[in-house]
């Protein structure tokens, strides 16, 4: 006896015979004690209840892998309960949260205190990075297995908080020995520095900002970094890639590098973007111009980039209508992550199977998921379902973040997200929540 069928649905699986490959297959889907039963012809099956999605795609529960929920410390911007209301909303059932709080996280004991607060408020599955400093360069390879931790996140360059780690003595320490994912923000900080003065050039605005962080202070930064994880023989993730550079060079690094861009930089470009929006959509490192847009859409198709997170990182309105560059870096996205690439879909720039694997299948073979981000036996039964055919405003009263804003707002997309589930259990339809929060932590494999 199943707690539940889905019956006749359009799904995405791994390919039995390449688990990095996804095939869409019309079958059913029984789920018992939250999980995953049995997966097949299940028309004979007895069922305490069954669901049809006609004319719907059931995707496994999506995952977005970089977020900034801003909890403790800085609450007045985001705080859990909201970011991962708004990622529920959005069809995302789970997120890795990043380490730059306040206090940061660097201490076994700040992600157990994140923990804590997850279990209590969090809509969907949660788990923490372990921020790198130089006080805790030594024991990072003691705690990185730490429960509900996906790996060690390094800032290189400076952004939203205090962590970053530039000298060589301790970036040496902290990939020595690894074998988790060291997840890199990577800008130069030293070229941050001499170029400050660039974003004070008149008239001031938001078109600086990618003048101030140029392509060459990532490039210089991810040769960098890559170099250091050759030497050492342990996997990085290089977050929030940004231009045609980057993507050249990780191409012929793929057996230790995995690439992550952003839907801000796949659906903006510089200077309009800022003629448009200004500070809105400053964020580090900056949306750059179309050249560096296309090689970034390239790299998917290509292979080259392996996840898309949302880098939702969100200000309040009125620190983000400071005149620049006094306003922060920074936006909101893990709500509109979904509906922005869906729209991608529907405009023949993105694969829906491709979306499975990069918002899925990549984070879950990459980070070593146990349970999650495939449609298999025995997985959690998390499911984000898509109406591939619906045209939807984003709008402000739809939007739950803390911040309340988006620079998406008014944006009319096709796709969108119509249901999402939580280990069998429906908690949002129709883009209401339903029920209260019960998100789990993510267990990984060791």
């Known amino acids: 006896m199943f707690d539940l069928i889905f019956k006749n649905v359009c799904c995405f699986l791994p390919k039995p015979q390449d688990s990095n490959q996804v095939v869409e297959e019309e079958l059913d889907l029984g789920i018992k004690n939250g999980r995953i039963a049995q997966i097949g012809s299940l028309y004979k099956a007895k069922t305490k209840k069954e669901i049809s999605f006609k004319g719907l795609h059931v995707l496994p529960g999506l995952i977005d892998t970089q977020v900034h929920f801003r909890e403790p410390g800085l609450e007045y911007k985001e705080d859990i309960y909201h970011g991962s209301l708004s990622a529920i909303k959005g069809g995302i059932t789970a997120f890795f949260e990043m380490p730059n709080t306040f206090p940061p996280t660097a201490t076994i004991k700040d992600i157990e205190d994140k923990i804590e607060r997850a279990e209590k408020k969090s809509w969907c599955d949660f788990a923490f990075y372990l921020g790198a400093v130089k006080e805790n360069k030594n024991q990072l390879v003691e705690w990185e297995g730490t429960r509900a931790c996906p790996g060690v996140k390094i800032f290189l360059g ?5 962590l970053v780690l530039e000298d060589e003595e301790s970036l040496r320490a902290v990939f020595k020995n690894r074998k988790r994912i060291t997840a890199i923000h990577s800008e130069d900080e030293s070229r941050l520095r001499e170029r400050r003065d660039l974003a004070y050039r008149k008239p001031l605005h938001a078109r600086n ?4 962080r140029d392509a060459k202070t990532c490039l210089i930064s991810t040769q960098r970094v890559v170099s250091l994880a050759r030497k050492y023989k342990v996997p990085i993730h290089i977050l929030h890639v940004t231009t045609w550079q980057e993507i050249e060079f ?3 690094h793929k057996d230790l590098v995995s690439v992550e861009v952003t839907p801000q930089h796949l659906s903006l470009s510089a200077p309009e973007c800022y003629d448009t929006y200004g500070s809105l959509v400053q964020m580090n490192p900056p949306i750059r111009d179309k050249k560096h847009q296309e090689a970034l859409w390239k790299g998917i198709q290509s292979g080259v980039v392996d996840i898309i997170g949302s880098d939702h990182a969100p200000h309040t309105w009125e620190e983000k209508e400071k005149a620049y560059p006094d306003s922060p870096s920074g936006m909101p996205g893990v709500q509109t992550l979904l509906p922005l690439l869906l729209n991608h879909v529907n ?5 829906l199977k491709r979306l499975v694997q990069l918002l899925a299948h990549n ?3 990459r ?4 349970d999650q981000g495939q449609i298999k036996e025995s997985y959690k039964a998390n499911f984000t379902v898509i109406d591939l055919k619906r045209k939807q405003k984003i709008e402000r009263k739809w939007l739950a973040s803390k911040c309340a804003w988006s620079p998406f707002e008014g944006w009319e997309v096709k796709g969108w997200p119509v249901f999402t589930f939580l280990n069998g259990e429906k908690v949002m339809e129709e883009s209401e929540v339903l029920g209260k929060p019960k998100g789990q932590r993510i267990e990984f494999n060791k």
Do not use: A, E
Request: charged share 10%; glycine share 12%; proline share 8%.
């Open 158 to 162: 400076h952004s939203t908080g205090n």
């Open 363 to 365: 984070p879950s073979q």
């Open 250 to 252: 990780l191409s012929q």
């Open 367 to 370: 980070f070593g998921l146990k």
């Open 209 to 212: 900002h990618p003048l101030w």
């Open 347 to 351: 405009q023949g720039r993105l694969d």
